[in-house]
C-alpha cells in the first residue's frame, strides 16, 4: 500500500512540473520602449522574437486613438480593416497564440494608420517539445513592409512575461522536488 501512494505521489508531482512549464510568454507589443503606437517599428520588434503556440501579445495603447484588427494576410498587404477576423478596442487587449506553424497579422483600423507603419505579422512557431533537434535551421523572421516615414529603432522583445513564465516554472519544479523528496523520506 505504501508503494503504491509513494507511486502515485511521483506520478502525481511529475504531471505537476511538466503542465507548469507548458504555458508561454506574454509579449507587450512594442516594449520596452513603445506600444501599439504610431512610433514603433514593428518589423524590428517582431524579428527579434521567436513567438511559440502558447504565448500571447498583449496591444496597450490609447483607446479611442487607436484599436487592432486582426486581418487576413491580403488585409493586412493592403492595409484593410474591411473585414477584420477579430477587433479589439480597449486599451489593453491580450491575444492568446495558441496554435504554431501560422502567421498571425494585426492592423491599425484607424484610417491612415496601418499606412504609416502600425501593422504587426507574427510568426507562430509550434512549442518546444523535447524531442532531439533535426538539425534543420531556424526558421527566419518574416519582413514586413518598411514603414512610410520617420526613423526606424529597433525594440527589443518584453522579457517581463516571459521571466514570469520562467520564474512560475522554476517554481513548480522545486516545488515538485520538495514534495517528492518528502515522499521518499
Same mark, same amino acid.
Given at each position: 500500500?505504501? *508503494?503504491?501512494?509513494?507511486?502515485?505521489?511521483? @506520478?502525481?508531482?511529475? #504531471?505537476?512540473?511538466?503542465?507548469g512549464?507548458?504555458?508561454?510568454?506574454?509579449?507587450?507589443?512594442?516594449?520596452?520602449?513603445?506600444?501599439w503606437?504610431l512610433?514603433?517599428?514593428?518589423?524590428?520588434?517582431?524579428?527579434?522574437?521567436?513567438?511559440?503556440?502558447?504565448?500571447?501579445?498583449?496591444?496597450?495603447?490609447?483607446?479611442?486613438?487607436?484599436?487592432?484588427? /486582426? #486581418?487576413?494576410?491580403?488585409?493586412?498587404?493592403?492595409?484593410s480593416?474591411?473585414?477584420?477576423?477579430? %477587433?479589439?478596442?480597449?486599451?489593453?487587449?491580450? @491575444?492568446?497564440?495558441?496554435? *504554431?506553424? =501560422?502567421?498571425?497579422?494585426?492592423?491599425?483600423g484607424?484610417p491612415?494608420?496601418c499606412? $504609416? *507603419?502600425?501593422?504587426?505579422? =507574427?510568426?507562430? /512557431?509550434?512549442?518546444?517539445?523535447?524531442?532531439?533537434? %533535426?538539425? $534543420?535551421?531556424?526558421? #527566419?523572421?518574416m519582413?514586413?513592409a +518598411?514603414?512610410?516615414?520617420?526613423?526606424?529603432?529597433?525594440?527589443? +522583445?518584453?522579457?517581463?512575461? $516571459?521571466?514570469?513564465?520562467?520564474?512560475?516554472?522554476?517554481?513548480g519544479?522545486?516545488?515538485?522536488?520538495? @514534495?517528492? *523528496?518528502?515522499?521518499?523520506?
Amino acid at each position: 500500500m505504501a *508503494g503504491t501512494c509513494k507511486a502515485l505521489l511521483f @506520478v502525481t508531482v511529475a #504531471v505537476a512540473a511538466v503542465l507548469g512549464t507548458a504555458h508561454g510568454a506574454s509579449y507587450t507589443v512594442g516594449a520596452p520602449a513603445g506600444s501599439w503606437d504610431l512610433r514603433t517599428n514593428y518589423a524590428n520588434w517582431a524579428s527579434s522574437i521567436n513567438f511559440r503556440a502558447g504565448d500571447q501579445l498583449v496591444f496597450k495603447y490609447t483607446s479611442g486613438a487607436h484599436d487592432v484588427l /486582426e #486581418v487576413s494576410k491580403a488585409n493586412y498587404d493592403s492595409c484593410s480593416g474591411s473585414s477584420p477576423l477579430a %477587433t479589439f478596442q480597449t486599451g489593453d487587449d491580450t @491575444v492568446s497564440l495558441p496554435a *504554431g506553424g =501560422v502567421t498571425r497579422y494585426f492592423i491599425c483600423g484607424v484610417p491612415g494608420h496601418c499606412a $504609416a *507603419g502600425m501593422k504587426l505579422a =507574427v510568426k507562430v /512557431e509550434a512549442a518546444a517539445s523535447t524531442s532531439p533537434n %533535426t538539425g $534543420a535551421p531556424s526558421p #527566419v523572421p518574416m519582413a514586413m513592409a +518598411p514603414r512610410a516615414a520617420g526613423p526606424s529603432v529597433a525594440m527589443p +522583445p518584453s522579457t517581463s512575461g $516571459a521571466s514570469a513564465a520562467s520564474v512560475g516554472s522554476l517554481a513548480g519544479l522545486v516545488l515538485a522536488a520538495l @514534495v517528492a *523528496g518528502l515522499a521518499f523520506y
